[in-house]
């Protein structure tokens, strides 16, 4: 299986800042990969495709980008309703695997 | 609008089993990749079982294979888990996701997962 490996595992931010989050394959995905946001009680949300495409209706503060095993994922200026968990998934083999998760916290 | 209602959890005993049911509309399900995915309580994602559509290609995670099986009925617009001898470690939220298949000139590259259902709980204790 591909290992996603995310870091850092959690952080704390103030609004406005610039946050980076950075997702490693074990092999070679090309670009299949995705970004969520998950807030607590609710189903992932899809943000980012294709390592760097924008889902339709999300804020253009968020972005990504990377191919092959490094990816970032960033958030241009951290609002208060971004206070979530975010994970990184890979799409290359359809044994789907995800990253470990990011809690992002507001300072 | 693209809808995905799981149903099916709940409180089961350890090596007790459990259906879950995943209802798709808004799309031609019959057209997409399924997946399942859990989730434990205070725990990262986890992927479970994989199915295309017709239903012809099956995968599954090692931590369930051999005990849950993932199935299909197109005419139904339905997704489903059998869970059989049922852990302590499978209590999770239960996502259904769906997944569009890709592909270029060469043919079929693979299935970008985009959405996913709001989950059912199932919890396994005695």
């Known amino acids: 299986d591909i290992q996603m490996t995310q870091s850092p595992s959690s952080l704390s931010a103030s609004v406005g800042d610039r946050v980076t989050i950075t997702c490693q394959a074990s092999?070679?995905?090309?670009?299949?990969l995705n970004w969520y946001q998950q807030k607590p009680g609710k189903a992932p949300k899809l943000l980012i495709y294709?390592?760097?495409n924008l889902e339709t209706g999300v804020p253009s503060r968020f972005s990504g980008s990377g191919s092959g095993t490094d990816f970032t994922f960033t958030i241009s200026s951290l609002q208060p309703e971004d206070i979530a968990t975010y994970y990184c998934?890979?799409?290359?083999?359809?044994?789907?695997?995800f990253g470990g998760g990011t809690k992002v916290e507001i300072k | 609008e693209v809808q995905l209602v799981e149903s099916g959890g709940g409180l089961v005993q350890p090596g007790g089993s459990l259906r879950l049911s995943c209802a798709a509309s808004?799309?031609?399900?019959?057209?997409?990749?399924m997946n399942w995915v859990r989730q434990a309580p205070g725990k990262g994602l986890e992927w479970v079982s994989y199915?295309?559509?017709?239903?012809?290609?099956?995968y599954y995670a090692d931590s369930v294979k051999g005990r849950f099986t993932i199935s299909r009925d197109n005419a139904k617009n339905s997704l489903y888990l059998q869970m059989n001898s049922l852990r302590a470690e499978d209590t999770a939220v239960y996502y259904c996701?769906?997944?569009?298949?890709?592909?270029?000139?060469?043919?079929?590259?693979?299935?970008?997962?985009?959405?996913w259902g709001q989950g059912t709980l199932v919890t396994v204790s005695s």
């Open positions: 996701a769906r997944s569009t298949p890709r592909y270029d000139s060469s043919g079929y590259l693979t299935g970008l997962p985009d959405y």
């Open positions: 808004g799309f031609t399900f019959s057209s997409y990749e």
């Open positions: 199915i295309s559509s017709s239903g012809s290609t099956i």
């Open positions: 092999q070679d995905i090309s670009n299949y």
């Open positions: 294709d390592a760097s």
């Open positions: 998934q890979q799409y290359d083999n359809l044994r789907l695997t």
